[in-house]
């Protein structure tokens, strides 16, 4: 079955440290992969994506995401976080020949001083 | 630009009660979607319109759900009669149909069902 997995449900780091957030996902080929943000009583925000190509790719916001095919992941990194980065994370899929995006349960990030 | 417009932001209401939440997708976009987040299921794709067409309703919950798009720049999601499991956030995103997952999100308009 096709799934999205984010392990983590509540991740806290202090400001100025690094955050990684992990995503793995279960598809038959790989799909499109995202990153969404959503800040408190907001819609979700696109954070970046990756469709082929450069493995590494680049967000808004100062955010990276790494996509390994091997370990079917896509993690998000940032180096040092602020704290307007406080917000929930949703890692989502969409099949290469569907329009369909599937999002994981997301992953609250907490940010102390 | 004007981002994706929903309303109301909020809505209260008794339960048997109809609801209707409204949408306006960024101008141009050809794509449609109206998601229902909650705390116990998340994110769930409820409906999805391709040129004002409804293309995927597999994810509306019942038959006291239904969704409209009349022309380009708006779309209504209604529930008819209203329950207290439907008590979520409902939001409507829009994309470009060649974008393959690029959307862009409303607010959500946070629906309390009593």
């Known amino acids: 079955a096709q799934s999205v997995t984010q392990p983590d449900i509540h991740i806290t780091v202090s400001e100025g440290a690094s955050l990684e957030l992990r995503c793995n996902y279960s598809y038959g080929a790989t799909p499109y992969l995202f990153w969404y943000v959503q800040s408190p009583g907001q819609g979700l925000q696109l954070l970046l994506k990756y469709f082929s190509g450069d493995t590494l790719v680049q967000g808004i916001k100062g955010f990276e995401a790494e996509f390994k095919r091997s370990q079917s992941s896509f993690n998000l990194r940032k180096p040092s976080v602020h704290w307007s980065d406080a917000a929930e994370y949703f890692c989502?899929?969409?099949?290469?020949?569907?329009?369909?995006?599937?999002f994981g349960a997301g992953t609250t990030v907490t940010v102390r001083a | 630009d004007a981002g994706v417009i929903q309303s109301p932001r909020h809505e209260v209401t008794e339960m048997g009660q109809e609801v209707t939440l409204r949408c306006k997708p960024i101008?141009?976009?050809?794509?449609l979607f109206w998601y229902r987040q909650t705390m116990m299921r998340g994110l769930e794709l409820l409906i999805y319109f391709n040129n004002n067409v409804p293309i995927d309703d597999s994810g509306m919950p019942e038959d006291r759900f239904s969704a409209k798009m009349p022309n380009a720049s708006f779309s209504t999601l209604k529930i008819q009669p209203s329950e207290p499991r439907d008590s979520a956030v409902y939001f409507c995103?829009?994309?470009?149909?060649?974008?393959?997952?690029?959307?862009?999100f409303g607010e959500g308009s946070r629906l309390t069902v009593l």
């Open positions: 989502a899929v969409a099949p290469r020949n569907d329009y369909k995006l599937s």
């Open positions: 995103a829009s994309s470009l149909a060649s974008s393959h997952g690029e959307l862009f």
């Open positions: 101008s141009g976009h050809n794509s």
